[in-house]
């Protein structure tokens, strides 16, 4: 039943992220613009230019700023890790080998195995 849920929130989550894909990448895009937006600016040393720069800057931030649904799809993918990794995840078997006399260590044991 773990397998099916952890099964079917992976799809909803590969939905999600596939379906706010193209605002993630134009967000990546925007980023980067305004990385260098912002280098050229440094490297302008009249004012108008870079009043211009500052300008598009601006218009790029807006750009980046209208596709803050791309933070919806990276919870989707981190989502999908945190699964996958659930998924893959191997349980460590119990640390005591063998029955044994002593009622502390079979205790532990039934103690280990009602919390599974």
Same mark, same amino acid.
């Given at each position: 039943?773990?397998?099916?849920?952890?099964?079917?929130?992976?799809?909803?989550?590969?939905?999600?992220?596939?379906?706010?894909?193209?605002?993630?990448? #134009?967000?990546?895009?925007?980023?980067? #613009?305004?990385?260098?937006?912002?280098?050229?600016?440094?490297?302008?040393?009249?004012?108008?230019?870079?009043?211009?720069?500052?300008?598009?800057? #601006?218009?790029?931030? +807006?750009?980046?700023? +209208?596709?803050?649904?791309?933070?919806?799809?990276?919870?989707?993918?981190?989502?999908?890790?945190?699964?996958?990794?659930?998924?893959? +995840?191997?349980?460590?078997?119990?640390?005591?080998?063998?029955? +044994?006399?002593?009622?502390?260590?079979?205790?532990?044991?039934?103690?280990?195995?009602?919390?599974?």
């Amino acid at each position: 039943m773990k397998k099916f849920l952890l099964f079917i929130a992976g799809l909803v989550a590969l939905t999600i992220l596939l379906a706010n894909l193209g605002p993630m990448i #134009l967000l990546g895009v925007s980023v980067w #613009l305004l990385y260098v937006v912002f280098k050229q600016f440094m490297k302008s040393e009249s004012t108008a230019g870079k009043i211009g720069w500052i300008v598009l800057g #601006l218009i790029i931030l +807006s750009v980046a700023v +209208s596709n803050i649904y791309a933070v919806i799809g990276l919870a989707a993918a981190y989502g999908l890790y945190l699964i996958y990794k659930n998924w893959t +995840s191997k349980k460590a078997e119990d640390p005591v080998v063998g029955q +044994s006399d002593d009622p502390f260590t079979n205790f532990e044991k039934q103690w280990a195995e009602l919390h599974k």
